[in-house]
């Protein structure tokens, strides 16, 4: 498998049918959470699309046009097919039915079968409001009767949860090891939001060194579990289903 972080065409600013939906409520959550399992899934050859929440207009660094250029380089890492932003209003994420239906109709246009968000408990405001309103607008774009004005309803596969400022024990783990470089370089593309040193309020991390340093500790703990260098956990919202327990769980 290739670690080569070279971009790829710049992602487009409009939906389009993919097979993985990865869902943060600022832009660089998506990457500081499943960085790695965004590049694996480009190496393996599926269409991966993004969607931010807001434009991250409260951040202490940087500006939002330059986050959204930032945005745009770390998708390119991983081949983003679109990366969208709702606008939503940074530090006023909540699942309101016009957020709920403006989200449903990009699952809607999208079509995807994995649908990847925060988890509920996350530290920040805006990631455990995300949490709510992913599972909720998954709901609402499979509801047949449901009139968007987009497409068909459309029924998700399974939706995961990401942490951003714990490790967890997961019901998934992805193993990273192999795209680690690139992984990395997803997050470095943010360049304004690692300038040192950082805020109290963001746990006093002093520049990109340490945040790279903190991403690599979760991911040795959740590599761990399933025995290897680097892993990337979520937590599922069904059971995870295997037709054959020696192939799937002994390595077959």
Not at 163 to 178: C, F, L, N, S, W
Not at 230 to 247: I, K, Q, S, T
Request: charged share 25%; with cysteine.
């Amino acid at each position: 498998m290739s670690t080569d972080p070279t971009p790829a065409a710049s992602p487009a600013d409009m939906p389009q049918p993919v097979d993985l939906l990865a869902i943060g409520a600022h832009p660089d959550d998506v990457e500081y959470g499943m960085g790695g399992t965004l590049v694996r899934h480009h190496h393996l050859g599926y269409r991966i699309g993004v969607v931010d929440l807001t434009r991250g207009e409260l951040g202490s660094k940087g500006t939002p046009e330059l986050r959204r250029q930032e945005a745009a380089a770390a998708a390119q890492v991983y081949g983003g097919a679109f990366r969208v932003c709702l606008d939503l209003g940074d530090n006023r994420v909540a699942a309101t039915e016009a957020a709920v239906h403006r989200l449903a109709a990009i699952i809607r246009v999208s079509r995807p079968r994995i649908v990847a968000s925060h988890l509920a408990e996350e530290r920040h405001p805006d990631h455990r409001a995300a949490h709510e309103l992913v599972r909720r607008a998954v709901f609402a774009a499979a509801l047949r009767n449901l009139d968007l004005d987009v497409g068909d309803h459309h029924i998700v596969a399974a939706t995961l949860g990401f942490p951003t400022d714990r490790a967890i024990g997961g019901d998934v783990h992805i193993d990273v090891t192999e795209v680690w470089e690139a992984r990395l370089a997803t997050m470095q593309a943010f360049a304004s939001q690692f300038e040192a040193p950082t805020l109290p309020i963001d746990q006093r991390l002093y520049g990109i060194d340490d945040h790279l340093a903190l991403v690599a500790a979760r991911a040795r703990v959740q590599g761990q579990a399933i025995g290897v260098r680097y892993a990337e956990a979520f937590r599922c919202d069904r059971g995870v289903a295997l037709d054959d327990l020696v192939a799937g769980l002994g390595g077959g």
